[in-house]
């Protein structure tokens, strides 16, 4: 015969508690109930594990065998009951997230200190990549959500939410004319060579650059292409032309460039960052982070 936690729990309170009436009240279950079920449990190891006696009821050798596994037993059930329970609340297990470069600006910092401080036992896997190599490995299940650059097209297997806007500014070298300049109209820079995002990978970057030039009233030069935030600023430290970039460059300044705010209205809040998850997905972590990512920030 099987031996069910039932009644193992029933065994243990019995011997702690020295009583099977004090055991059926702790228990909430019919005293005659609880002597059958331990009857049974007697049956299914094959020898007697209690004894009733004057002072109460006692264990036998073989319940003192029984009793160290039984208690481990107990134990190890409510360890993993609590952790499919916290794991199906969010409040345990592993988050694999992805990001792209410029998300380490302000937006990581920001958001998971406070995100690990709430949830200690979620550990973070951080895996950083462009915005369409994040979309393809959520795809392929890789990574539980991306932190990418929209704006995004629409996508009836995702989910996202906008958990940051930015400007887009310029970057110049520190010794163009326009270096030390307030803001200015985009126009200004049609003679320039532009480094610009790479279509390919970096497509709702490039599309909103392209579209900000187009409504200036020209189309980029384009002297180079790059992926990263980071190497658009390097190049353009290097001397290969302007670009583009998101504000929040700024706090990552170099004195080789400059940066420098635009009047163009189409500029101001062009860029967004945005979680993005499976729209059926069952890393309930995902949402607990989404929820950081949107709380309001306190002054």
Not at 4 to 27: C, H, K, M, N, P
Not at 170 to 186: D, K, Q, R, W
Request: with cysteine; glycine share 8%.
């Amino acid at each position: 015969m099987a031996i069910d936690l039932r009644q193992l729990r029933q065994f243990v309170t019995i011997a702690e508690l020295g009583s099977y009436r004090r055991a059926a009240d702790a228990l909430h279950i019919a005293q005659p109930a609880l002597s059958v079920s331990i009857q049974k449990l007697e049956h299914a190891v094959g020898v007697p594990l209690l004894v009733r006696g004057a002072k109460g009821v006692t264990t036998t050798p073989a319940g003192d065998a029984l009793m160290a596994d039984a208690r481990r037993a107990l134990f190890h059930t409510d360890q993993a009951r609590q952790a499919a329970r916290r794991v199906a609340l969010g409040e345990w297990g592993t988050l694999r997230l992805g990001f792209v470069g410029s998300a380490t600006y302000m937006l990581l910092p920001r958001c998971l200190p406070a995100f690990r401080a709430q949830y200690p036992d979620v550990q973070l896997d951080l895996r950083e990549d462009s915005t369409v190599g994040l979309v393809a490995m959520l795809r392929a299940n890789e990574i539980d959500a991306g932190l990418v650059r929209g704006p995004l097209a629409e996508d009836s297997e995702l989910d996202s939410w906008v958990v940051e806007r930015d400007d887009l500014i310029l970057a110049v070298p520190a010794a163009h004319p326009l270096a030390a300049n307030g803001p200015i109209a985009l126009e200004r820079m049609r003679s320039e060579g532009f480094v610009l995002y790479s279509p390919a990978k970096v497509p709702g970057l490039n599309g909103v650059t392209l579209a900000l030039c187009h409504k200036a009233g020209f189309s980029p030069r384009i002297s180079q292409e790059a992926i990263q935030v980071q190497t658009l600023v390097s190049l353009v430290a290097s001397g290969l032309g302007v670009a583009l970039v998101p504000g929040v460059t700024r706090a990552y300044s170099t004195p080789h460039v400059a940066f420098v705010s635009l009047t163009d209205p189409d500029a101001q809040g062009a860029l967004s960052l945005s979680l993005v998850t499976h729209r059926d997905t069952s890393c309930a972590s995902v949402l607990r982070l989404r929820d950081s990512m949107l709380a309001p920030v306190e002054a």
